[in-house]
């Protein structure tokens, strides 16, 4: 089992940027496909980003492509959402989630998820 702790949320202007992190612990996270998820307020949790376990290979939702980048240093267990030209429709929870065989852009083929970290983007 392994357990999944996000951080670096926070609040900030449009056109800003912010570098979330999610550490794992329990077991390698070179063994888990890894992804981010977010929610808004009244909204279901979709599909932000997606990273193989060797971090070879990504993949994004079409709204966040070319602003968001997903990457990982297994060394250090560790999962990054660095996201750039923030916009208000941004602002959600992101959650980080882990997934035992591949990554996916569907939430039910991730087995852990952590708690969130809320993310707020002003106009």
């Known amino acids: 089992q392994v357990q999944l702790v996000e951080s670096g949320g926070g609040l900030v202007q449009a056109g800003g940027s912010l570098r979330l992190s999610c550490a794992t612990s329990?077991?390698?996270?070179?063994?888990?496909?890894m992804g981010w998820f977010r929610q808004a307020p009244g909204k279901e949790r979709g599909f932000v980003a997606g990273?193989?376990?060797?971090?070879?290979?990504?993949i994004y939702a079409d709204s966040v492509k070319g602003r968001f980048t997903i990457s990982r240093d297994n060394a250090k267990n560790t999962v990054y959402l660095q996201m750039t030209t923030l916009k208000p429709e941004d602002t959600a929870v992101y959650y980080c989630?882990?997934?035992?065989?591949?990554?996916?852009?569907?939430?039910?083929?991730?087995?852990?998820w952590g708690r969130g970290t809320q993310v707020t983007v002003s106009s």
């Open positions: 990273i193989s376990r060797s971090g070879a290979t990504t």
């Open positions: 329990g077991r390698t996270s070179s063994n888990y496909a």
């Open positions: 989630a882990a997934a035992t065989l591949y990554y996916s852009n569907d939430a039910n083929r991730y087995s852990y």
